[in-house]
């Protein structure tokens, strides 16, 4: 159950909710600003990032466009066209099954796996760098809020 502020602290801070909803939004789309920026250094979109790290996870199995899509942040991705730019890009590559003719097989290429490779090993940087003016500690407090946030 959420708290509720109390008369005084409402006459103190009448906006309180608003003003958290505005101050997250803000800083999420500063850190999106950042990762475009980080990602388009490596001709990626984060969504494209995030389909050859999920391809990466299934290893030597193909993985299906409905595994990759539950494995997307945003739901609203459109998978198909992530997996063609991927595709024309040499990263990924995508077969009909041999069992389910309907089922396509995607998988992650060699370039595909060097440039994650390589883009992994900068987004530890990248991920300091945002987080910089924070102690560790702060840093576990913001991300056990920001869990907290999400929950239903």
Same mark, same amino acid.
């Given at each position: 159950?959420r708290?509720?502020?109390?008369?005084?602290?409402?006459k103190?801070?009448?906006?309180?909710d608003?003003?958290?909803?505005?101050?997250?939004?803000?800083?999420?789309?500063?850190?999106?600003?950042?990762?475009i920026f980080?990602?388009?250094?490596?001709q990626?979109?984060?969504?494209?990032?995030?389909?050859?790290k999920t391809?990466?996870i299934?290893?030597?199995?193909?993985?299906?466009?409905?595994?990759?899509?539950?494995?997307?942040?945003s739901?609203?991705?459109n998978?198909?066209r992530l997996?063609?730019?991927? +595709?024309?890009?040499? #990263?990924? !590559?995508?077969?009909?099954?041999? =069992? /389910?003719?309907?089922?396509? %097989? $995607?998988?992650a290429?060699? +370039?595909?796996?060097? #440039?994650? !490779?390589?883009?992994?090993?900068l =987004? /530890?940087?990248?991920?300091? %760098? $945002?987080?910089?003016n924070?102690?560790?500690k702060?840093?576990?407090?913001?991300?056990?809020?920001?869990?907290?946030?999400?929950?239903?």
């Amino acid at each position: 159950m959420r708290y509720m502020l109390s008369r005084k602290e409402k006459k103190t801070n009448p906006n309180i909710d608003e003003i958290t909803l505005i101050n997250l939004m803000l800083t999420g789309n500063w850190i999106q600003e950042k990762n475009i920026f980080f990602f388009k250094e490596h001709q990626l979109s984060y969504q494209q990032y995030l389909v050859l790290k999920t391809l990466k996870i299934f290893k030597k199995t193909p993985a299906s466009l409905k595994d990759i899509h539950e494995k997307m942040i945003s739901k609203m991705s459109n998978t198909t066209r992530l997996i063609d730019k991927l +595709k024309a890009k040499g #990263l990924v !590559a995508r077969k009909h099954g041999k =069992l /389910n003719k309907r089922k396509t %097989e $995607i998988r992650a290429t060699k +370039k595909g796996l060097m #440039l994650l !490779a390589e883009i992994e090993e900068l =987004l /530890n940087i990248h991920a300091v %760098e $945002i987080t910089k003016n924070l102690s560790i500690k702060e840093v576990l407090i913001i991300n056990e809020l920001l869990d907290k946030i999400r929950k239903d």
